[in-house]
C-alpha cells in the first residue's frame, strides 16, 4: 500500500488551504536560504483579538494556534507551489500573548504542531520553542514562525 501524499491528506481532514495572508508590514511573507524556507510570524485566521488565560481558554488558543498552522501551510503552498516539496518541518516557534498566569503555552502551541504531524507524518516532526508575550501585533492570541527543509 502507498504512503499517502500531502494532498491526500489534506483532503481527508477536510483542510482546504486558504490563499496566503500578505505581511502585515514591510517583510516578505517566507525567505528561502540553501534549502530552507523561513515562513514569517503567522497568526489565527479572522484576526481575533485578546490574551490566552484572560479572553481565551486554553483550548481556545490551541484552536487559533491549529489555524496559524494551516495559514503556514498556505503560505508555503503559496511559495513552492505545492506543498509536497516540503522535506521536512524543522522548527516551530510561537509567541502567545498570555496573562501573566498563563502557563500553558506549550498546549496551546500544540495545536499548530499537530497541524504539521496530521499533514507530513513523520517528517513534520520538528523542533520547537514556545514564549509567553506581553503583547503581540494587532492584540493576537498567537503568532507563530517557522522553518522548513524544501526541495530546490
Known amino acids: 500500500m502507498s504512503e499517502q501524499t500531502v494532498t491526500d491528506r489534506l483532503e481527508t481532514l477536510g483542510i482546504v488551504l486558504p490563499n496566503a495572508s500578505e505581511p502585515a508590514a514591510k517583510y516578505a511573507n517566507f525567505v528561502e536560504v540553501n534549502g530552507l524556507l523561513f515562513v514569517s510570524g503567522k497568526g489565527p485566521t479572522g484576526k481575533p483579538s485578546g490574551k490566552l488565560g484572560k479572553d481565551y481558554s486554553t483550548e481556545e488558543g490551541y484552536q487559533f494556534a491549529r489555524q496559524t498552522g494551516i495559514e503556514i501551510l498556505a503560505v508555503l503552498n503559496s511559495a513552492l507551489g505545492s506543498l509536497e516539496k516540503v522535506k521536512r518541518v524543522v522548527k516551530i516557534q510561537g509567541f502567545v500573548n498570555a496573562d ?13 504542531s499537530d497541524v504539521m504531524l496530521d499533514i507530513f507524518g513523520e517528517k513534520g516532526i520538528h523542533a520547537r520553542s514556545v514564549f509567553g508575550a506581553v503583547s503581540l501585533r494587532d492584540n493576537l492570541p498567537i503568532i507563530v514562525d517557522s522553518i522548513f527543509e524544501v526541495k530546490v
Not at 501573566?100 to 499548530?112: D, I, P, Q
Open 100 to 112: 501573566a498566569n498563563f502557563e500553558e503555552h506549550h498546549k496551546v502551541l500544540n495545536g499548530c
